[in-house]
């Protein structure tokens, strides 16, 4: 069964590019983002991380660490970073978890208990490690997303889904289709009419239960 929205995301040691971590420990009191990738010097992963490392002060910005899991040892990540660095043009921060025994792709359940790992392994053995999962300060799953090996991810997607987690935790709204920072959010339906005055003020009723208003300065 795949990690539930709002249930506490697995603990673990690992080695990675930048030392040995604890996960739960590295998260610390900050949001993360965990993005796993089937395999080393991979085409469309290349170009992910890449992202990923171009958005840096993003995630800074709003207290976010982000780390990475991959298939392969942290030798191979190391040589790997090169590659990514020069493909972005920026720096690589944040570290790559080495998963060379599939331990971090069981837990968080991207592959079944009996995966292995074989000689002259490829992507191929590990599609389904193709996922993005956003973990708040309390160690909950907030979102997940899982891709196909040939569709990169949206990492401005990753960014605004964050962005709006972080609104929704904040200020006990929810946000509509297609919401970015800026723009009106959703009152729940369990803020009465007198509670939502006074939180918001002025705010646009389209039907008794789509409420819409700006967030308080």
Known sequence: MSLRINEVVPDFEA????????????????????????????????????AVATLDTEWKKRGTKVIGVSVDGVEEHKRWINDIETYCGNDVHFPIIADEELKVSKLFNMLPAEA???????????????????????????????YPMTVGRNF????????????????????????????DVI???????????????????????????????
């Open 15 to 50: 080695d990675t590019s930048q030392g040995p971590i604890r996960f739960h420990e590295w998260i610390g009191d900050s949001w993360a983002i965990l993005f796993s990738h089937p395999k080393d010097f991979t085409p469309v992963c290349t170009t992910e991380f890449g």
């Open 116 to 146: 292995y790992m074989p000689d002259g392994r490829t992507p191929a053995d590990s599609a389904t490690v193709r996922s993005v999962f956003i973990i708040g300060p309390d160690k909950q799953l907030k979102l997940s997303m899982t």
């Open 156 to 183: 401005a997607e990753v960014l605004r889904a964050l962005d709006a987690l972080q609104t929704s935790a904040s200020h006990g709204v929810a946000m509509p289709a297609d919401w970015t920072l800026g723009q």
């Open 187 to 217: 009152i729940p339906t369990s803020v009465s009419e007198e509670d939502a005055k006074t939180k918001f003020g002025e705010y646009d009723t389209v039907f008794p239960y789509l409420r819409k208003a700006k967030l308080p300065e």
